[in-house]
């Protein structure tokens, strides 16, 4: 990949409406919203940006970490304000969505595209056709009734019959979650420490099915398949089968991968992968599953919350633990 560009003091980065998007932290002090307009940076919203998020046509700008929210429309005009003390949690997946957090204060809201500012009862992680899943963490998963928000069922995933978790003497353990939450239109599905990939009916919360497997990784959804990264192989697994349908080692990549650790971002054509050993950026070609190219960041990938690598219009944005924001495109 060829290096054309890079931008100092960048904290996040992620597609904002039709373009792309950074805030940045200079002298302990946040300041504006930028993008890259033909190589150059570009202002769109002075002052202080703390964070930002952009879901299906809402755009949420924050500019202290416990502050005022405002609105933006397509041409970065501020259109709304939300006068509370309010912090910005994550767009709500799977639907049109943001969940955010009154600060101080046990009240959370979601903001959806019709400006509306509804309270609700309990923090949620997804919102299905029928239900909300709430946060699910170690080994519980809860669903509410999206009508009532009253609990419709908890599913306790320590359980036997949900798989178990052994070491590497055979020794027994009770299973737990292991990756974050993934969920479709009527699915939640979990992988476990144990190996196992589980597929839990998000209406009433009963197994749809049992998949064995490696048991480290991380896993991704995109569309009906599951990829998983064992750290040495990445995986691809159909939903609808379900079964594995493909792997490749990290060892035939030209970057010598001592093995991918952490998050990876799955686009329409092409895999994110961090590789923190050698603190490499490997772009992997989605439908084959072969690298197409990788870069090394001489001072390592920034490892956060936040968003550090990027894949937007053919372009991989990365940012390094100077804060400094790289930018390559194919050659």
Partial sequence: MKKIGEIKDVNYIMPLFNIFAYNKYINNEWIGLYTINKGKEEELLGGKVYNFYYHDG????????????????DRYEIIEEINKKLA?????????????????KKN????NKEKNLISIKNPYEFELEKVFIGYVWEKDVYAYSKETEELLWQKDLS???????KDIDGKVYPNKINSP????????YLSMAGGQLIALNAEDGSTKWILEGEKKGKCVLYKNLIYKNT???????DTDKPQEIKRVSYKDYKDNSSGMTGEFNV????????????????VIDRHTLKMIDFVHL????????ANCTVWYNNQLYAIDTSDVMHIYELE
């Fill in 298 to 305: 001489k001072y390592g990938i920034k490892n956060s919350s």
């Fill in 108 to 111: 959370y809201y979601l903001y």
């Fill in 58 to 73: 809402i755009a949420m700008i924050q500019r202290e970490s416990s502050s005022d929210c405002i609105i933006l429309n």
């Fill in 88 to 104: 910005i949690r994550k767009p709500l997946n799977n639907y049109l969505q943001i969940m955010i957090r009154e600060e101080n």
């Fill in 181 to 188: 939450a993934m969920a479709d239109t009527d699915t939640i």
């Fill in 267 to 282: 686009y329409e054509d092409v895999i994110v992968m961090k590789n923190q050993i050698d603190e490499n950026v490997v």
């Fill in 159 to 165: 359980l036997p019959e949900y798989g178990v978790f």
């Fill in 231 to 237: 750290g040495n192989h990445l995986i691809v697994i």
